[in-house]
């Protein structure tokens, strides 16, 4: 039986790992010629795609024809491939299992690996469940947590899990991750506050996660009293 290619897919929790996305693309040619495919052309593609899973067009602003389709011919990249493959889609770390499920899908057939980063200071208990169960081996999903959540040190743990150095891999003229970079008219404003919103629905998302785990410990520990 032939041996199934790798992929190695990056989600991170809010503000750590930001910048793999970026990286990936700014190096795309180089990891090219360390054995390590880069299916991504550029980061508002992975940036849409992970919009097309949530289906979160309209709270990002975008009309659905603006997403639609994205993922799926990422995805077809991945597969033309004959390397390992690198992908990093980071809002996606708190997916919802049917969300996760949809995106692995187009992936099946594939051994895909996940690397999860993390500060130090997130929850991850309901978040590696979800991802755990599915890609169903524990060898096969990566948490990197980050005492100090750097781009660099992210970028470096990054590498190392998927198989390649990052020394000649600089960050210098790696441009700004998606939702972090300058506003140059109105619409461009409007959008990057419709973002920062999204944004902030998915930390309080987390957060209304981390509550209930809380409640429920709290509630359990007074059974057992």
């Known amino acids: 039986m032939a041996k199934k290619r790798k992929v190695f897919l990056h989600v991170g929790m809010p503000g750590a790992g930001d910048i793999i ?5 700014h ?11 880069v299916p991504a052309r550029s980061a508002d593609e992975t940036f849409l795609s992970t919009v097309e899973i949530l289906r979160e067009h309209k709270a990002w602003g975008f009309a659905r024809k603006e997403v639609e389709g994205n993922w799926a011919n ?5 597969w033309k491939g004959k390397q390992t493959a ?3 889609l980071p809002l996606m770390a708190t997916a919802s299992r049917p969300e996760i499920d949809l995106l692995l899908d187009a992936l099946a057939g594939l051994q895909v690996n996940v690397v999860l980063t993390a500060g130090p200071d997130d929850d991850l208990d309901e978040v590696t469940a979800r991802w755990g169960a599915a890609v169903r081996k524990p060898e096969r ?7 100090e959540p750097t781009p660099k040190r992210a970028w470096k743990a990054f590498g190392k899990v998927a198989g390649f150095g990052t020394a000649s891999l600089g960050l210098d003229d790696v441009p700004d991750p998606v939702g972090a ?6 619409d461009e404003a409007r959008r990057e506050i419709e973002r920062l919103a999204r944004r902030n629905q998915t930390l309080e998302r987390w957060r209304d996660e981390s509550d209930r785990k809380r409640k429920r410990l709290k509630k359990r520990l007074g059974d057992v009293a």
């Open 21 to 25: 996305e970026a990286a990936l693309v």
């Open 74 to 78: 990422l995805s077809r990249r991945v």
């Open 141 to 147: 999903l990566h948490v990197v947590r980050l005492e």
């Open 27 to 37: 190096h795309r040619t180089a990891l090219v010629e360390l054995g390590v495919d």
């Open 86 to 88: 690198v992908l990093s």
């Open 181 to 186: 970079r300058s506003i140059g008219s109105l």
